[in-house]
């Protein structure tokens, strides 16, 4: 069973992250913000820290290093994914976060705000440990 | 039109060097590229020793973790999709490119054809298949089958340069590559392709290279100085290697007329089976000597005309000898007697990428004009009586050269080269 989870009154419940996703294996080439919003999403469950981590692992994962990362910016027509690089991607989620998403949830992901929006909700789907 | 192949394009990651001229050095002086290694950090282990690539650091599974030398740059999106031995294949055909003075649109023109060989990562493959189990099979790395199957360095290497003739690996263990060179020749001659790039490419890792250690196969000498002593009475198993070697093969006419450096003339190969036993060779060699005399019929040479034979000799009891006694029925028997030398005393086994490493030898010492010798050969083993093996590296320019290798299931495949007249 993982520690009890210490949610922000403002925020909305967050599922807890299992906590052997670690900021020494997947996230040790990130700027150490990122890890600590990691942490933070894991401690607390803090929404704000999971959009910190997807806007991160969008600009490491996205091949047209330069484009501008917007909430409205197309994974594909914008920041110049394929589509192994966004099964990529959304591995590196999946391992981090200790989530599966289907091909139909990645299909209904066309925008670096709708990959926030789904990742929250994913979470916050995610039963409690 | 009799259509003809020339080398024109070198390029080497191997445990005697990371370049040519590196590699040329080792040949000369016998400077071997065995040290010693602590596999997996287990000291209990018996095989102490291994040909290892310098200058790389390819320990980890992520591509993020890797370290390879200056002066090669590549993207996420390559990075990506390669093994280990991905990598030093990129780097080996890098040079090769260079050293061939192609420019990359040369390679996407349908004329240029790609042959491949590697057994693929058994360490990826078992990371990869380990996170899986872990996840219950619900998810998985989606560049893990690209990186890590055999196949896996003509996928990625195909798409990285947008090779669009003919693309295929071959997988027949320590003869891999050298059937990967042999029909590239067949494409040239026939006039499907008129460039072909062979890469043969493997890791020294755990995962690689100590199963041959189950099947007493690995040489336990500690010491790196003699633990690969091919054809040596002392020998007692290989010592595992790894690296990349790219070879560029061009229909000689093109090559000429667009002033391509020329290294050597690949004459014919041959190819013959033991149908005798999954792992070892035949006691007597008859595969292998089967596949000498018809890669000489296919070049139209002689067994007296062949100067050098680089052998495969991995430095196993049972291998070295059936060799041996090959080279006596097809050399001696006929009243020839070239020199003969395993390189494999310098560099170790590197399994699928040997053949295509040891052609790229014979075709440094044809165009040089030396012929490389036996390291650490110091008692001859008795099989050998009769056979001219060189102690040293000699200056002497061969004219032709036939390089041997061998697989498991008795594959047997043999090349001969030849200085090219420029």
């Given amino acids: ?129 | 039109m009799n259509r003809t192949a020339v080398v024109t394009g070198l390029g080497f990651i191997t445990s005697i060097g990371n370049d040519r001229a590196a590699v040329t050095r080792s040949l000369r002086t016998l400077t071997p590229g065995i040290a010693r290694i602590e596999f997996l950090g287990n000291p209990t282990l018996g095989v102490k020793v291994a040909g290892t690539i310098k200058e790389f650091a390819v320990d980890s599974p992520s591509w993020r973790d890797w370290r390879w030398p200056a002066g090669y740059e590549f993207a996420r999106e390559t990075l990506r999709s390669l093994s280990p031995h991905g990598l030093y294949a990129l780097c080996a055909t890098e040079q090769a490119i260079a050293d061939a003075g192609l420019a990359r649109e040369a390679l996407t023109d349908g004329g240029t054809g790609l042959y491949c060989a590697s057994a693929g990562s058994a360490f990826l493959l078992h990371h990869n298949l380990t996170q899986m189990h872990a996840a219950r099979f619900e998810r998985g790395n989606p560049m893990g089958v690209v990186a890590s199957i055999a196949g896996t360095l003509n996928f990625n290497l195909a798409a990285h340069y947008g090779i669009r003739g003919a693309v295929g690996g071959f997988a027949a263990a320590c003869a891999s590559s050298s059937h990967a060179l042999g029909c590239a020749l067949d494409d040239i001659r026939i006039g499907r392709q008129t460039r072909m790039l062979i890469v043969g490419a493997e890791e020294v890792n755990a995962e690689t290279t100590l199963p041959f250690a189950a099947m007493r196969a690995l040489s336990t000498n500690p010491d790196p100085a003699t633990a690969s002593r091919p054809f040596d009475q002392a020998r007692d198993g290989f010592v595992g290697a790894g690296g990349a070697v790219c070879l560029v093969l061009e229909e000689a006419e093109t090559a000429r007329h667009r002033g391509a450096p020329i290294y050597a003339e690949f004459s014919g190969w041959g190819q013959a089976a033991d149908g005798y036993n999954v792992a070892v060779s035949h006691p007597e060699g008859t595969g292998l000597a089967s596949a000498m005399r018809r890669a000489l019929s296919d070049a139209g040479v002689a067994p007296a005309e062949i100067d050098y034979v680089n052998a495969h000799a991995t430095s196993t009891p049972a291998g070295d000898r059936s060799e041996a006694l090959a080279l006596r029925t097809v050399f001696t028997a006929a009243g020839a007697r070239p020199r003969v030398s395993s390189t494999k005393g310098l560099t170790g086994h590197p399994l699928s990428m040997a053949g295509v490493m040891e052609a790229a030898f014979c075709a440094l010492a044809l165009r040089d004009g030396f012929i490389p010798g036996n390291a650490n050969l110091t008692q001859p083993d008795e099989a050998c009586a009769g056979l001219d093996l060189l102690r040293a590296t000699v200056d002497a320019a061969p004219r032709l050269v036939l390089n041997n290798s061998s697989g498991f299931g008795g594959s047997n495949v043999c090349h001969v080269f030849q200085r090219a007249e420029n």
């Fill in chain 1, 1 to 129: 069973m993982s520690a009890p989870v210490s949610v922000p009154p403002s925020a909305p419940v967050v599922a807890p992250i299992s906590p052997h996703a670690a900021v020494e294996t997947l996230l040790r080439h990130f700027p150490e913000e990122v890890r600590v919003a990691y942490v933070r999403l894991r401690d607390t469950g803090d929404p704000a820290a999971a959009d910190t981590l997807v806007l991160a692992i969008v600009a490491d994962h996205m091949p047209r290093s330069e484009a501008a990362l917007t909430d409205s910016a197309e994974l594909i027509a914008d920041l110049g994914f394929d589509s192994v690089a966004i099964a990529e991607m959304v591995f590196f989620l999946e391992d981090l976060l200790q989530v599966n998403v289907s091909n139909a949830e990645i299909l209904r992901v066309r925008t670096v705000g709708d990959l926030r929006a789904f990742v929250r909700l994913k979470l916050a789907s995610v039963p409690r440990a």
